[in-house]
């Protein structure tokens, strides 16, 4: 029972024992004056009945008048004249002790009894008759049943008003408790979050601030934890000098993006700074190392315009940039933009010569040998030093995919015909629980489309033309109707990737928002996973967390490795899992700087009861290491192929 009704309940039993309580005692008081006072009037009206009687002894009709007078103007129960000498009844009238407004079993509760007078009638010097009255209690009794509803009455308008005014204050002082009961709820779903306001009650305050010094410390905690992990990660995969990703950061990311069928083709960017050792001894380690620092600068801002690639420094003075799904055109142009802002570096300009600098781009697939590719990008880089004084970067193409469309017209024409009649594919890949790789965790979504050739495409392969062409909205919206449709046909956990603009774009929340709500029932099933990549803050995040929760949809992170500052801000959405991008599980087996990053990274999800997740494991030794991590799901073909749905 809540506590609104337990005090309403308490403001009914007081009433009902201070009304028992004050009509009992007045009921005393009342009873014994009343039957004073009908004793008195019975008594008064005797004598007065007696002696106007008197000169009219003889005379019946006389008395009779008389006694029906007085009978019918007063509250009598009975007045009855008789003679003295042998008791003949002369005149007698009665009326019903039933004749009044208060209810039988008031009246014998009261139980208020008839009063009697009486008086002699002379004849002379003889007594000739005697007069005996009987007050009737109605009037007594009309008065103690409308004094009992308006005492009644009265403490029910008080008692109405106390429950209201006591159900409104209990609920102004109760706002804090259940501010704590979602502040724990919210604890429990992963999500840290301190009260704003703080209670005036003493008590309720002292708890709200413990609540909140708990929530500031968990967040502390986390936080700490995140800082020594991220530590360890920029250790082991970043370079002091540049503060860019280093080699070994490289070749993990090359190596997942060539293994990994749902990964897109891409595209290898390398610039090189030739003969750095001839500019260290002519401008000093100082100036060489603000020449190395201001390239990586540029390097930098081309990796926050595209999240999913990948900048680093290799070596000396090699720079290499990973742009999965990168197109040729654009990366020719971003490479002579970015070779004009080296040129014009001050560094470079105070040298007097022919500019120092390689420009190289090639192609990948899926599928390619990582050693073969980074021969191709030298050979592009060493060919772009034979152009003269003008830096244009060479370039050595990959082999051809022969089922994807060619120009951008041909793609938007099928992509938006796809989009149209709804004609994408769904695969499924399992997610499986680490400690029980036969216990499903969820079923993972992958789209497919059937190109010009006939072939289903991987995602990769159309997923960077859908965010060029500006169609990534209505693709997820195609998505997500597709999901609840297969949801409709076979309920049950699945997971489904949304794209960043969908993510970044209130009003495209909102039209995906709209389309749960039609599919309340199969949208509490659906998870909606985020590209960690192009999270440059969690307020968007947050945002679709807290609108798809009242649809019971959850969000969980993909690719997720790069972001260990943002951890502590993560720990207070409330997310469903974490998934480790795979650059960071391939060959987990053999290198001992992933096992410590992980390591450490799942002590940070166990403190903050987030789970992880494996994607894309790809062998059973790495499916051995996951576990001896303690990693709690885990997906990818070494553990089952992706295909259409089975029952």
């Known amino acids: 029972m809540s506590l609104v009704k337990q005090l309403i309940l308490a403001i009914c039993l007081f009433l009902l024992v201070a009304f028992s309580g004050s009509f009992i005692v007045s009921l005393e008081s009342s009873r014994n004056q009343l039957q004073t006072q009908l004793r008195s009037h019975a008594q008064d009206a005797a004598t007065a ?31 009855r004249v008789y003679a003295v000498s042998n008791g003949e009844i002369l005149v007698e009238r009665t009326r019903s002790l039933d004749e009044t407004k208060a209810p039988g079993w008031f009246v014998n509760l009261v139980n208020l009894q008839e009063q009697a007078g009486d008086a002699i009638v002379m004849d002379g010097w003889q007594q000739s008759a005697r007069v005996e009255v009987v007050s009737h209690p109605q009037f007594a009794l009309n008065k103690l049943w409308d004094s009992a509803l308006g005492t009644l009455a009265w403490l029910v308008a008080c008692g109405l008003f106390s429950a209201l005014l006591g159900a409104l204050l209990l609920k102004r002082q109760l706002t804090p408790l259940m501010s ?59 370079d002091a000098l540049t503060d860019l990703p280093n080699r070994l950061a ?75 799904g990168g197109d040729l055109a654009d990366i020719r142009k971003l490479a002579e933009q970015l070779a004009t802002q080296v040129a014009s570096l001050e560094t470079l300009t105070s ?3 022919a500019q120092p600098i390689e420009l190289g781009i090639t192609g990948y697939r899926i599928g390619d040998d990582s050693k073969q590719v980074l021969r ?25 995919s022969s089922q994807s469309p060619g120009s951008s017209h041909d793609w938007r024409e099928l992509l938006e015909a796809a989009l149209k009649d709804f004609s994408f594919t769904l695969h499924f890949q399992p997610v499986l629980h680490g400690h029980d790789l036969k216990q499903l965790l969820h079923q993972k979504a992958l789209v497919r489309l059937r190109g010009t050739d006939g072939k289903l495409m991987m995602a990769g392969q159309f997923l960077p033309w859908i965010e060029r062409l500006g169609l990534s909205p209505a693709f997820d919206r195609c998505m997500v109707g597709l999901a609840l449709s297969h949801l409709q046909r076979h309920p049950g956990p699945l997971a489904l990737s949304i794209t960043n603009d969908t993510l970044h774009n209130a009003e495209h929340r909102k039209q995906i928002r709209q389309l749960l709500e039609q599919h309340r029932t199969e949208a509490a099933h659906l998870t909606l996973e985020v590209d960690a990549r192009y ?22 992170l993909q690719h997720f490795g790069r972001q260990l500052s943002l951890i502590g801000e993560l720990a207070l959405i409330g997310l469903s899992y974490l998934k480790i991008e795979s650059s960071f599980i391939r ?47 885990m997906q990818g073909r070494a553990l089952a192929e992706p295909g259409e749905w089975r029952d």
């Open 49 to 79: 009945l007696g002696l106007s009687l008197t000169p009219h002894v003889r005379d019946p009709a006389m008395i009779e008048l008389m006694v029906s007078s007085i009978f019918d103007s007063g509250y009598f129960a009975r007045i």
């Open 250 to 324: 490289f070749d993990h990311a090359l190596a997942a993006a060539l293994t990994s069928t749902e990964n897109p083709d891409g595209m290898l960017l390398g610039l090189r700074v030739s003969d750095l050792n001839r500019i260290n001894q002519q401008l000093g380690a100082a100036s060489t190392d603000a020449l190395l620092k201001s390239i990586g600068a540029q390097l930098q801002a081309l990796q926050n315009a595209h999240p999913s690639w990948l900048c680093c420094r290799s070596r000396g003075g090699e720079f290499l940039t990973l742009a999965p």
């Open 587 to 633: 060959d987990l087996d053999t290198e001992s700087d992933k096992h410590l990053y992980l390591e450490a990274l799942v002590r940070t999800a166990q403190r903050i009861d987030l789970l992880l997740i494996a994607e894309q494991v790809q062998s059973p030794r790495e499916v051995a290491a996951l576990k001896q991590l303690g990693i709690e799901a």
């Open 376 to 400: 191709r990008l030298d050979q592009a880089m060493t060919e772009s030093s034979l152009n003269g004084a003008t830096i244009q970067p060479g370039y050595e193409p990959a082999n051809e």
């Open 351 to 353: 040298l007097g010569e």
């Open 535 to 556: 999270l440059q803050g969690c307020n968007d995040l947050a945002s679709l967390a807290q609108e798809l929760r009242p649809l019971s949809v959850q969000v969980g």
């Open 180 to 238: 704590m009961a979602d502040q724990a709820e919210a604890i429990t779903r992963r999500e840290y979050r301190t009260l704003p306001r703080i209670p005036r009650t003493p008590e309720l305050k002292h708890v709200v601030v413990a609540m909140n010094q708990m929530v500031g410390k968990l967040k502390t905690l986390f936080e700490e934890e995140a800082a020594r992990t991220e530590h360890y990660r920029r250790q082991a995969y970043h």
